[in-house]
């Protein structure tokens, strides 16, 4: 976990966050909880369902359309910048344990996580073994009976009934859209961070996390403002002791001062970003 939320724990687990499929709802998800410092890993069997798609023309960003290889490769390098781990392998069984669950590949993988991510959009049969019934629904097609997940079986935040397992697809008509499958990764993802800061115990008012840079000319007040701010969000009935409330303090300040950047930095920034945008152009194509 993220160095701001690391505490003393009876239970170690191998990743923080285990999230199943790596199309643009896992990887956007990924961007989130990897940024925000929790150790993420992205299984990704190869066969997202945006690999159906013969050119992706609706993406915000890419007037001229994009490439689905490039796309894939954009997504994949992201998510690894952000500090994902992306894994090509099939997840075959997420099962609980006495305190999270426990994800199994078909490669033979165990891995622990005290949260799962599903943002596979076919199937859902990994999750059979998590033995509730309601999770999947029977239909009639071409006369027959079958099963398939319970698309509405999550909340619009990803929550479900499993404490630490949320869903990002299949949900509704959500995944239908590349870019809308994204952003509701990020939702999914923010959910997952914010149940990881009450964990960690953060008072319930700065739970939520936002994931955005700021310009350095827009910061306001000195460190005492931002503790006075942090102070008077603490309940009085906050159960959390004094000591491990002023490291979250002091931590949270640090975090939100890290997003002011200078001029330089961001010229900096913007320079490096075209650079990596530029290694996944077809330069040839460009010059021609």
């Known amino acids: 976990m993220s160095s701001d939320d690391s505490q003393p724990s009876q239970t170690e687990f191998d990743r923080?966050?285990?999230?199943?499929?790596?199309?643009?709802?896992?990887?956007?998800?990924?961007?989130?909880?990897?940024?925000?410092?929790?150790?993420?890993?992205i299984f990704d069997r190869g066969r997202s369902s945006l690999r159906r798609c013969a050119h992706l023309e609706n993406y915000l960003g890419f007037p001229g359309g994009i490439?689905?290889?490039?796309?894939?490769?954009?997504?994949?390098?992201?998510?690894?910048?952000?500090?994902?781990?992306?894994?090509?392998d099939l997840v075959e069984e997420v099962s609980?344990?006495?305190?999270?669950?426990?994800?199994?590949?078909?490669?033979?993988?165990?891995?622990?996580?005290?949260?799962?991510?599903?943002?596979?959009?076919?199937?859902?049969e990994y999750?059979?073994?998590?033995?509730?019934?309601s999770m999947f629904i029977q239909y009639e097609h071409d006369g027959e009976e079958q099963e398939r997940f319970n698309r509405d079986y999550p909340d619009q935040d990803g929550r479900t009934p499993f404490d630490g397992l949320y869903v990002v697809a299949p949900?509704?008509?959500?995944?239908?859209?590349?870019?809308?499958?994204?952003?509701?990764?990020?939702?999914?993802?923010?959910?997952?961070?914010?149940?990881?800061?009450?964990?960690?115990?953060?008072?319930?008012?700065?739970?939520?996390?936002?994931?955005?840079?700021?310009?350095?000319?827009?910061?306001?007040?000195d460190r005492d403002d931002w503790r006075e701010w942090f102070d008077e969000r603490v309940p009085d009935d906050c159960d959390v002791d004094e000591e491990r409330l002023t490291e979250i303090r002091e931590a949270e300040i640090d975090r939100r001062l890290s997003t002011y950047l200078s001029d330089e930095e961001i010229e900096s920034r913007a320079e490096q970003a075209h650079e990596r945008l530029a290694e996944h152009l077809d330069i040839d194509a460009e010059s021609s």
């Open 96 to 124: 609980e344990s006495e305190t999270g669950f426990t994800v199994t590949t078909q490669d033979g993988r165990t891995v622990t996580t005290k949260r799962v991510v599903a943002a596979a959009r076919y199937g859902g």
């Open 16 to 41: 923080d966050v285990v999230i199943v499929g790596g199309g643009p709802a896992g990887c956007s998800a990924g961007v989130f909880t990897g940024r925000y410092g929790l150790d993420t890993v």
């Open 171 to 221: 949900v509704t008509d959500i995944n239908a859209q590349a870019i809308i499958s994204a952003g509701h990764g990020a939702r999914v993802a923010r959910t997952v961070i914010a149940d990881a800061r009450r964990d960690a115990g953060y008072p319930e008012a700065i739970a939520k996390h936002w994931d955005w840079m700021r310009r350095e000319a827009e910061l306001e007040g």
């Open 67 to 88: 490439d689905i290889d490039t796309l894939y490769d954009l997504m994949h390098d992201h998510a690894e910048e952000a500090g994902c781990e992306i894994v090509p």
């Open 127 to 133: 999750l059979k073994p998590l033995g509730d019934d």
